[in-house]
C-alpha cells in the first residue's frame, strides 16, 4: 500500500499545490484472497476537504486509508485551501479548474489509474462536501458519482449578505472573494442547484448523489433543503440522517457506507 504526498505545479491555481494518494498496488496475499475487489482495476475516490483544512485531514482523520485497502480504491486528496472548490475571481483562483479538472487529468495520466467516469468518484465532507457537489455538476464527463457529507450548502444563506455583514464562518468580503457579487449568487455558475437546472434544461443526466449530515449539525437545515431541491427536479438522490454532529465521527460512520453506495455492491466490494 503506497501513501504518497505529490507536489507539482497547478496551471489552474498557478503554482505548487501538495495532494495526498492512498495507492493499494502492493497489498498482502491476505488482503487480497478472497476478496472480490481485487478482482477488477483500481477505482478512482477524490476526497475533499473542510473549510480551513488541509489535503492531510483525510489521512489523520478518517479510515480512507483502511477503505482503500478494503476495496482496492486509489483515494485522491488535494488541497483546496478556503475555496469552496470554486472558480474564483483573477488569476491563480481557479479551484474548480484544479481539482475537478488538472487534478483528475495529471493522476489518471501519470498513475494510469480509473480512466472511466464509472470508476472515478468524487466525495467530502462540509466545504468538501459542497465541492463535491459542486465539481460533480460541472465536469460529469469525470465523475460517476457524488458523496456529500455534512455539507455545506450554503447558497441561500449568503446570497443576501451586505458589506460589513458576516455569519459564524466568515464576512462579506470572504464570500464575495470565493464566490463572486453575492447579489447575483443564486444564478451564477458557483451556485450547484443553478448548474443541475442548466444541466436538467439540456436534457442532461445528473450523476447520482450520496448525501448524510447528523441531526445535532448545524447544517442539518441546509443539507434537508438541499435533498428536497434534489427530489423536486428528480435526481436520482440517496439521503441518510443519523444521530451525530459536524465530526470525524460522524463522517466516518458514513465513509464506508458512502463508498458501497459508489460501488453499486450492495455490501460486496
Known amino acids: ?5 505529490i507536489t507539482f505545479h497547478a496551471d489552474s491555481i498557478m503554482r505548487l499545490t501538495t495532494f495526498q494518494l492512498f495507492l493499494p498496488n502492493d497489498v498482502s496475499a491476505e488482503i487480497i484472497d478472497g476478496n472480490p475487489a481485487y478482482k477488477r482495476k483500481t477505482k478512482t475516490l477524490f476526497l475533499l476537504h473542510g473549510y480551513s483544512g488541509i489535503y492531510k485531514d483525510w489521512a489523520l482523520g478518517s479510515l480512507a486509508h483502511e477503505m482503500s485497502l478494503k476495496y482496492n ?37 501519470t498513475f494510469g489509474l ?11 465532507f462540509s466545504m468538501g462536501g459542497f465541492g463535491a457537489i459542486h465539481l460533480g455538476m460541472l465536469f460529469p464527463q469525470n465523475f460517476g458519482k457524488i458523496a456529500a457529507l455534512s455539507s455545506a450548502m450554503i447558497i441561500e444563506d449568503i446570497a443576501g449578505l ?11 468580503d470572504y464570500y464575495t472573494s470565493v464566490f463572486g457579487e453575492l447579489s447575483a ?4 455558475r458557483n451556485n450547484p442547484e443553478h448548474q443541475i437546472k442548466l ?4 436534457q442532461e443526466r445528473i450523476q447520482p448523489i450520496f448525501m448524510a449530515c447528523g441531526t445535532e449539525d448545524y447544517l442539518l437545515p441546509n443539507n434537508r433543503r438541499f435533498h428536497q431541491f434534489l427530489v423536486s427536479e428528480g435526481v436520482d ?9 459536524h465530526d470525524w465521527k460522524f463522517w466516518n460512520e458514513y465513509l464506508e457506507p458512502a463508498i458501497l453506495w459508489m460501488l453499486n455492491t450492495c455490501g460486496q466490494p
Open 185 to 188: 449568487l443564486k444564478t451564477s
Open 237 to 245: 438522490v440517496t439521503y441518510r440522517e443519523s444521530p451525530g454532529c
Open 1 to 5: 500500500m503506497a501513501n504518497i504526498e
Open 73 to 109: 480504491l486509489a483515494v485522491v486528496m488535494p488541497s483546496g485551501d478556503n475555496s469552496f472548490y470554486v472558480d474564483g475571481k483573477g488569476s491563480g483562483h481557479a479551484y474548480a479548474q484544479y481539482v475537478g479538472r488538472e487534478l483528475v487529468d495529471y493522476v489518471r495520466g
Open 114 to 124: 480509473a480512466k472511466k467516469t464509472e470508476d472515478t468518484f468524487i466525495g467530502g
Open 162 to 172: 451586505q458589506p460589513g455583514e458576516e455569519n459564524a464562518i466568515a464576512d462579506y
Open 199 to 202: 444541466r436538467i434544461q439540456g
